[in-house]
């Protein structure tokens, strides 16, 4: 028989002890992540009272709140949808003017910023080339180009020829002939004769880009400062067009500079109209098919077809007369124009053959 022996006291004891310490470390564990989920978690926590706290501060001090809720709050107002953002949008847009107003108002004096520039910048580009050519150096002017060219022109604009009743009397029709020869002198006209003729591939170019200068929209800038209005061009466009002198003066010159004055005279008694200035009453009406078929028949210009377009646009407002009457006619052909003294005789049996 076998005799089992018990244990001492003590040894069950501490048998008991080290049973109960995995219980005790289980719930001291439970204990402490309950307090730390209270901690986190309770609206009157001291971690959301200091960060409140310091949110306040910062917003007293008029720095931004860099706190982790406010950053919260910019995030989710960043990340709103679509619709929310609709909804405020209107109280902004109704602040705005109408997108339309907006960019007429502002394209308009960009437009024209850029159109002047582009002129200025071709004109000066053409004085600047004359000043280095060896020709224009020769006749020894004294000035650049433009300077020379611009002095000229506001000397012509400021004595402008006659245009009304210049045969009235032999002094008035002498005057008007030799105009440009009183105004600027034989020289000067020797010097722009040349230029005509040794720039031919370019003048038509420097021709156009002179009348929308002073046509157009008034430019002012610094590369190219002339203004001509329209009311002193008009007076030079009436001379050439209405006036013996100026159309025997045309008639002097070359076809192609010929051409160009007419046409350009033309224009500008269009815009006159268009202003309501047309004091001399230029008839339109008879000299633009006249201009029309001088072109037609003409090889000298280089942009022949842009200026009939232009030509006949203006003659479908400025419809062709079917009858001439003697008013209609010219000056120079109402010079010609004579009342006979008696009637006149039917040839008689003698007379014929």
Not at 60 to 69: E, L, R, T, Y
Not at 171 to 193: E, P, Q, S, W
Not at 304 to 317: A, I
Request: contains cysteine; glycine residues 4%; proline residues 7%.
């Amino acid at each position: 028989m076998i005799h089992m022996e018990r244990p001492e006291p003590e040894q069950r004891n501490h048998a008991k002890k080290s049973s109960l310490v995995p219980i005790i470390l289980v719930s001291l564990s439970l204990c402490a992540a309950l307090a730390g989920l209270w901690f986190f978690l309770a609206p009157s926590s001291p971690l959301k009272r200091s960060a409140n706290t310091q949110e306040q501060v910062a917003q007293a001090m008029g720095k931004p709140s860099a706190s982790p809720i406010s950053a919260q709050k910019t995030a989710s107002s960043t990340d709103s949808s679509p619709t929310e953002k609709a909804a405020t949008a209107p109280a902004v847009d109704r602040q705005k003017p109408p997108a339309g107003k907006t960019t007429s108002v502002t394209r308009q004096p960009k437009e024209k910023d850029q159109r002047c520039k582009a002129l200025a910048a071709r004109l000066h580009g053409f004085f600047s080339l004359l000043d280095k050519e060896e020709y224009f150096h020769q006749f020894q002017v004294g000035l650049p180009a433009q300077q020379y060219f611009l002095k000229l022109a506001k000397k012509l604009l400021s004595n402008p020829p006659v245009v009304s009743r210049e045969t009235d009397d032999l002094y008035t029709m002498l005057k008007n002939m030799a105009h440009f020869f009183r105004v600027i002198g034989g020289r000067n006209i020797t010097i722009i004769k040349t230029i005509l003729d040794r720039e031919r591939d370019t003048v038509e170019d420097v021709a156009a880009d002179l009348y929308q200068w002073t046509t157009g929209p008034e430019c002012d800038e610094p590369e190219f400062s002339f203004h001509a209005p329209i009311n002193q061009l008009y007076e030079y466009a009436g001379f050439f067009l209405n006036s013996i002198s100026g159309r025997s003066y045309l008639f002097r010159r070359d076809s192609r500079s010929r051409l160009l004055v007419n046409y350009y005279a033309i224009l500008l008694v269009n815009e006159a109209n268009k202003e309501g200035d047309n004091r001399y009453g230029i008839d339109l009406r008879s000299l633009i098919p006249r201009a029309i078929d001088e072109i037609e028949h003409s090889n000298q210009l280089i942009y022949k077809e842009k200026y009939l377009d232009t030509l006949y646009g203006l003659m479908e407002k400025y419809p062709a007369k079917t009858k001439i009457s003697r008013n209609d006619l010219p000056n120079e052909s109402r010079l010609e124009w004579k009342k006979p003294d008696t009637p006149v005789r039917k040839a008689g049996p003698l007379h014929q053959g």
